[in-house]
């Protein structure tokens, strides 16, 4: 148990659409990243925040944007859903200072 | 770039018996940290044992070891006495140590080992 939820589990989409997903940290996590799995395929990193605002970013499309709220909380938002777009997108938070990433459960995205 | 090979894409193992492994990795960097991940079936990607880079020991954590090379830029993952809870995905990852305000916190993942024990 990492401290670290994201929501909704599964998602189902279609393409074109746009979708938020959500990731809530442990308290005082102000370094959230976010990070795609294909199917097979080990994590992509799509973009980090740090206090609130974007400080690094994958090679992703600006299609693929996020927030950070000041409770610890941060979304993805992806426009423009692409059938590619289907993975497990995965949020990690961390303390600052530390050097551990903690993991969310993921969600599953599925674009039709 | 960094970039993390990870070239076993299975493995298997008999419990209670040993398995290693392997993964390499490129970085001009001289100060980074590496990472073993586990990613069972539930997704939940949990952290099995660090090594910073500057260190020469390698990092321990009860059955689970590392070897690690840095000339040879090798961060390979030994497990002894093998669990049935041991069957998962494994990723190896990289993360730089420069950077300031919290953006060297990017993780760049190999591609992954599936481990299968065996009763």
């Known amino acids: 148990e990492t401290g670290v939820t994201q929501s909704p589990t599964h998602l189902i989409k279609t393409r074109g659409q746009q979708v938020t997903l959500r990731c809530s940290s442990q308290?005082?996590?102000?370094?959230v990243s976010w990070y795609q799995q294909a199917l097979g395929q080990g994590p992509q990193f799509i973009f980090q925040y740090y206090r609130e605002e974007e400080n690094g970013r994958g090679n992703f499309p600006p299609r693929f944007s996020g927030l950070q709220f000041p409770n610890y909380s941060s979304e993805l938002n992806v426009n423009a859903l692409e059938l590619d777009d289907s993975a497990l997108y995965l949020c990690?938070?961390?303390?600052?200072?530390?050097?551990?990433?903690?993991f969310g459960p993921g969600t599953r995205l599925t674009v039709t | 770039a960094q970039t993390v090979t990870q070239s076993q894409p299975e493995m298997s193992v008999q419990e209670a018996e040993t398995v290693t492994l392997s993964c390499t990795y490129d970085?001009?960097?001289?100060?980074?940290?590496l990472f073993w991940y586990k990613q069972p079936p539930s997704r939940q990607m949990i952290l099995v044992i660090r090594q910073e880079a500057y260190k020469q020991q390698n990092a321990t954590e009860n059955r689970f070891s590392v070897n690690f090379q840095k000339a040879a830029k090798s961060f390979s993952l030994k497990i002894s006495d093998s669990q049935l809870g041991d069957a998962a995905m494994y990723f190896c990852?990289?993360?730089?140590?420069?950077?300031?305000?919290?953006?060297?916190?990017?993780?760049?993942f190999g591609k992954g080992t599936l481990l299968t024990v065996n009763p």
């Open positions: 970085t001009s960097e001289s100060d980074y940290y």
């Open positions: 990852a990289y993360r730089g140590g420069s950077g300031s305000g919290g953006s060297n916190y990017k993780l760049t």
């Open positions: 990690a938070s961390s303390l600052p200072g530390t050097r551990e990433q903690y």
């Open positions: 308290s005082g996590h102000n370094t």
